[in-house]
């Protein structure tokens, strides 16, 4: 049990499926983050949420869209996706301001565009 | 350019053995180090996290080091167990706010029994 729950933990879809990513934590944290896990790279950040705002974008196509409603929920919403956007999306959770302390990760939902 | 690369990619060693994984950084302005362990189809779990005073940090088996001069870090796993096959993450936090997160690609680990 890691504090940070995602689901689903895997997810195929089409192209032109519409899906959302659901992520919640318990840990009290103000801040929550969608990174991307490709096969041989770095962790990619996506999003940060501090206090349910939305703090940083890395550059995201608009085909991925976050919600944030309240500072222990976090949505990925999902929209006509590529074969090249598979791969495992983490969830994590942390306290902005507290530099000491790591993220809490979730397991991810492995997802997997056809 | 901030970047973190990690070094080995994989690494293969018998039950029981010792090894060393390597992290090297160009960093700036550095605020803390943390080590991951990613098991397979598992979020990263965090082993040790060191700012730039803190020489060593252990957990358990595991002992990171840190040489803030050199940009350096190590992981040290002592007495290798089955368990311990997996990926190994080194991220570098940068800004004075922590702001800037800056992760290595890992360290593939597998221990043989």
């Known amino acids: 049990e890691t504090g940070v729950t995602q689901t689903p933990r895997h997810l195929v879809m089409g192209m032109t499926n519409k899906k959302s990513l659901k992520c919640e934590q318990h840990l009290g944290h103000n801040a929550m983050y969608w990174y991307k896990q490709s096969a041989k790279k770095p962790l990619e950040l996506m999003f940060v949420?501090?206090?349910?705002?939305?703090?940083e974008n890395n550059s995201v196509p608009s085909r991925f869209s976050p919600e944030c409603p309240n500072s222990s929920h976090l949505f990925l919403h999902l929209h006509t996706l590529q074969p090249e956007d598979s791969a495992l999306y983490l969830c994590?959770?942390?306290?902005?301001?507290?530099?000491?302390?790591?993220?809490?990760f979730g397991d991810g939902t492995r997802l997997s565009i056809l | 350019k901030n970047q973190v690369e990690q070094s080995p990619q994989s690494l293969i060693i018998l039950e029981g053995k010792n090894c060393t994984l390597q992290c090297n950084y160009t960093v700036s302005p550095f605020s803390n180090l943390r080590w991951y362990k990613q098991d397979t189809g598992r979020g990263p779990v965090s082993l040790t996290i060191?700012?730039?005073?803190?020489n060593t940090k252990s957990n358990g088996r595991y002992t990171a080091t840190l040489d803030a001069d050199t940009k350096q870090s190590s992981l040290h796993i002592t007495a290798s167990q089955l368990s311990d096959s997996a990926s190994y993450i080194c991220?570098?936090?940068?800004?004075?706010?922590?702001?800037?997160?800056?992760f290595g690609k890992g360290t593939r680990l597998h221990i043989l029994p």
């Open positions: 991220v570098v936090s940068a800004g004075n706010r922590d702001d800037k997160i800056i």
């Open positions: 060191m700012t730039f005073s803190e």
């Open positions: 949420y501090n206090f349910k705002e939305q703090t």
């Open positions: 994590a959770s942390g306290r902005t301001g507290s530099s000491n302390q790591p993220q809490h």
